[in-house]
């Protein structure tokens, strides 16, 4: 207990020493915690999004094979209508159809909407949970909505077929044939007023450019009454269950080319495993790359740690000299100044394990994704704290403990 008080009695007296050695261990945990939450979330975030993938569902594209692409109705025209037809009796296909993202802009919905005699052009997307929308007219969504035909619509699109933006709610508006009621109207002001939103719109300099909202059910009903584009550049396929995606995918591809024998390039099926194995090697080589910081940092910190103890040697050479003549033995000397290094460690790493979680969960709110410290990076944290201070520590620690004892008091 006297060899830990005198450790902390001479650290006190170097505060200056101690805090620009601190910096470096704090800066390495700190750093190494946040990357390897990085890269826990994103790993995550993979895992989450290849378990909503549908194990049954793939896409098939075209790669033309003509460079120069001379022959542009073949690179536009890969497919036809009448192949989805011909496709969807091959064994083991559900379902197969154009891929809605090559004419609906992933999920956005372009028509015209009519009320009485007037109509106007709409932009609609699917609303999400997360989106908060403030109407300046009527209300947002509601629980009781999701199995409605309703719509939140623009500014522009209420002055197009009402008088007022107020007289368009409780009314029915025509799109694709379905008559869908009005709940609310939104204006640019209402979206970049609102502090809160992160409604996804667009924005070009002064100008901003919003969309209309359905709930998902609605959105997804009209998305399927799409009738198919002029223009097909993929397919999506859904193979039935029992069936073997890949060979099932294989046959619609060779069907193809049965079906276009003068096609000049090849039928591809887009592998989502393979985007899951590059986002996976990503993870790997920021935890990689998170060992390689960690061990850097706490190298320029142990360095530190062992030139602030040799300082200490050198000015405590009368103080040891003393303690050894009055009794002291080599090994209380190296316990002494092995404590003070591993001391200045452990206090770093504790310090820099609390701030590495204050950022983490700061860092969090500017990504797509939470990032996400475990138990593995406080360990990982610990233990190379205590194994620095220790390796660092011993050799200064070895020298003060062999000092002669008459030569160490006259100096």
């Known amino acids: 207990m006297s060899i830990i008080k005198s450790s902390l009695i001479n650290l006190k007296g170097h505060k200056l020493r101690v805090f620009v050695t601190l910096l470096w261990i704090i800066m390495g945990i700190t750093s190494s915690i946040l990357v390897s939450s990085i890269g826990n ?132 508006i025509t799109i694709n044939n379905h008559i869908y009621e009005v709940i609310g109207v939104i204006d640019e002001n209402s979206i970049r007023n609102n502090a809160e939103s992160n409604v996804d719109n667009m924005y070009y300099g002064d100008m901003n450019y919003i ?50 024998p003068d096609i000049n390039g090849s039928y591809n099926i887009d592998d989502p495993t393979e985007a899951t ?19 850097i940092s706490m190298f320029v910190g142990g360095v530190g740690v062992m030139n602030i103890m040799y300082v200490s040697v050198m000015e405590r050479q009368r103080e040891i000299g003393i303690r050894r003549a009055i009794g002291a033995k080599p090994l209380d000397i190296l316990i002494q100044f092995l404590v003070e290094a591993i001391f200045i460690t452990i206090l770093g790493g504790i310090i820099g394990i609390v701030i590495g979680f204050i950022v983490v969960n700061y860092a969090s709110n500017y990504l797509p994704f939470k990032a996400i410290p475990n138990i593995n990076s406080l360990l990982f944290a610990s233990v190379t704290t205590v194994v620095t201070g220790t390796i660092f520590g011993i050799v200064p620690a070895i020298k003060a403990s062999k000092l002669d004892p008459i030569k160490a008091i006259y100096k």
């Open 211 to 260: 969309y209309s909202y359905m709930p998902s059910k609605a959105f997804n009903d009209l998305m399927n009454q799409f009738s198919y584009p002029q223009d097909i550049y993929s397919l999506d396929l859904v193979v039935s269950k029992g069936y073997d995606m890949y060979e099932v995918s294989n046959n619609v591809i060779n069907k193809l080319y049965e079906l276009h």
């Open 41 to 172: 979330g994103l790993k995550k975030e993979v895992t989450d999004s290849v378990s909503r993938v549908n194990p049954n569902k793939t896409r098939i594209y075209f790669e033309s094979s003509d460079s120069n692409m001379a022959n542009m109705e073949t690179f536009l025209n890969p497919f036809k209508l009448e192949d989805i037809d011909e496709l969807s009796f091959i064994e083991g296909v559900e379902r197969i159809g154009a891929s809605k993202d090559d004419f609906s802009m992933g999920s956005m919905y372009y028509s015209d909407a009519y009320f009485d005699k007037k109509t106007t052009y709409v932009d609609i997307k699917e609303f999400n949970g997360d989106d908060k929308i403030v109407p300046v007219f009527g209300r947002s969504f509601s629980y009781d909505d999701d199995n409605r035909k309703v719509i939140i619509i623009t500014m522009q699109n209420a002055i197009d077929l009402f008088n007022a933006p107020e007289e368009a709610l409780g009314k029915g």
């Open 277 to 295: 194995k590059e986002l996976e090697s990503m993870v790997s080589t920021i935890n990689k790359f998170v060992t390689l910081i960690t061990a």
